[in-house]
């Protein structure tokens, strides 16, 4: 049985070698949007969203059986199952090589009719978004078949090789923003293209890496019944949870593009851009993070559980509120100068978008621990079912002239009901006690929350010069919110725990 003490030491080393990666692909990742936008234009950059947004409404199906496989693979490890473990590798392949070209067929069906039937495109560009969506639908295939391989990058914790791939994507698609300077073609073809075969190249990396370094990730085709029957329970399941977060975001974009037009979707997707940036300090953590809730609820390691679903509740809140408070107060600024052209409500979604992902990264450690569990059947009617909202509610939202960023209000709201469900169910699950968690999470981040406004806010209104001011807001925020994390955020241990950890690392310079 794997030693599950409450490992900082591993988890540390895992985020920073990921927080490493995270900060060089961010710099890379928004650098190539700009160049993107700019080389495309507004118009192709929407297609190009939208039309991506329609086949990723097909990961409803294939989301709940990723997680499943994530979920398999990281309890055999913490039970220290292994030849099972190589039979539940060996089945998930298969499982999603059939599903890969299922999901093929059914999208160059129905993908086809809805893009040339029912989306608001222009006319001249039908050909070309038509090229987009083939190209999303392989990309998506070739993905789908990399997921076992991986989940067990991850499972194993192997965070170096995890990191390094990143960064190589990262700079391939560099090279393709790059490209398009110098394509004498349609550039929204070429990119669609070019992307594809940086999808190639990635998986193929990833699953030579994984037959090299694992010996369960040796594929032979195995039919296991139990296996079977057991991952399909659990996808069947988190089928609910997986269609509610697709619907959530691909869906509503969708139906923004009917009501709106592209030129919104080029906007809701510049905010996206900015928020999966500034989310990668929260899933590299959260990478880090997942393998050891799995593999202590495995082991029974209660109290390892629990302080990490506290300590990665509150972490995971702070690292976006750390970078997402001068962005929210200095958008009109940060996108005048990052973009040559910014799209109409592209400043309020950026804004929105941010504060849903701060109100969601609390519920990522409690998702990922209903999930240890396996027994998720109430959990996913339940919370999948509010989830599901998002989707007829936006339409109703835009059906009746409110505002394109009414859709992400209304998410708010509903994520905030979303992780009042989580927190209870969890308590008869793991014995999280509702009561603390509000108390000592919710309540914690929200005071955390108002008091590192304050400075950065008081800068804002005081500093006339745009640039000056823009300069002092981000260093001040970092300042303001840095020292209200320290002291009202974290408990006296856990400063010890960052103090003594900085000591060290001036002592070794």
Not at 55 to 60: N, T
Request: with cysteine.
């Amino acid at each position: 049985m794997p030693d599950t003490s409450f490992n900082n030491r591993k988890i540390a080393k895992n985020t920073l070698l990921l927080y490493f990666r995270m900060l060089l692909t961010m710099a890379v990742s928004l650098y190539t949007s700009r160049i993107i936008l700019n080389t495309l234009g507004v118009e192709d950059f929407g297609i190009y969203n939208v039309v991506g947004g329609v086949v990723a409404m097909f990961s409803i199906i294939s989301g709940s059986l990723s997680a499943a496989i994530s979920r398999f693979i990281t309890y055999e490890l913490g039970r220290g199952g292994y030849d099972r473990l190589k039979v539940i590798f060996s089945s998930a392949v298969t499982i999603q090589v059939i599903l890969a070209f299922l999901i093929c067929i059914l999208a160059e069906v129905s993908g086809v009719w809805f893009l040339n039937t029912q989306m608001n495109i222009p006319v001249e560009r039908v050909v070309a978004a038509n090229w987009v969506l083939q190209c999303s639908i392989f990309t998506f295939m070739i993905n789908l078949i990399s997921i076992p391989y991986n989940a067990a990058i991850i499972a194993h914790e192997r965070m170096k090789a995890f990191a390094y791939v990143s960064i190589l994507e990262v700079v391939l698609k560099l090279l393709v923003a790059f490209a398009l300077y110098i394509v004498i073609f349609d550039k929204l073809k070429v990119y669609a293209v070019l992307l594809l075969i940086v999808a190639l190249i990635i998986r193929f990396v990833y699953a030579y890496y994984c037959k090299r370094h694992f010996k369960e990730c040796t594929y032979r085709f195995i039919y296991d019944k139990e296996v079977l029957r057991e991952m399909a329970g659990f996808a069947g399941w988190n089928l609910i949870g997986s269609s509610a977060g697709v619907l959530k975001d691909q869906g509503v974009n969708i139906v923004i593009n009917l009501f709106c037009g592209t030129t919104v979707n080029a906007a809701r997707g510049i905010a996206v851009q900015v928020n999966n940036a500034t989310q990668s300090f929260v899933r590299n953590f959260m990478t880090a993070l997942n393998p050891q809730i799995t593999k202590s609820y495995a082991s029974s390691d209660s109290e390892y559980l629990m302080k990490l679903l506290y300590k990665g509740s509150r972490l995971s809140f702070y690292m976006l509120l750390l970078l997402s408070l001068p962005i929210i107060i200095e958008t009109d600024c940060i996108l005048s100068v990052w973009l040559k052209v910014v799209p109409e409500h592209t400043v309020n979604f950026v804004r929105l978008i941010l504060v849903l992902a701060m109100c969601e990264s609390i519920s990522l450690p409690l998702i990922t621990a209903m999930l240890a569990t396996g027994k998720i059947r109430n959990y996913s009617i339940i919370v999948g079912g509010l989830n599901m909202m998002n989707f007829p509610f936006s339409y109703l939202l835009l059906y009746w002239g409110f505002e394109p960023e009414s859709t992400i209000l209304l998410a708010i709201i509903i994520s905030q009901g979303c992780f009042i469900i989580r927190i209870v169910m969890l308590r008869k699950k793991t014995g999280l006690s509702a009561r603390n968690f509000i108390r000592e999470v919710y309540m914690n981040i929200i005071i955390v929350s108002v008091l590192s406004c304050i400075f950065p806010m008081l800068i804002y209104n005081v500093v006339g010069d745009r640039v000056l001011r823009i300069v002092l807001v981000v260093v001040g925020s970092f300042i303001s919110t840095s020292t209200v994390i320290c002291y009202v955020g974290c408990t006296s241990n856990e400063r010890a725990f960052v103090k003594s950890k900085i000591r060290k690392l001036f002592k070794k310079k």
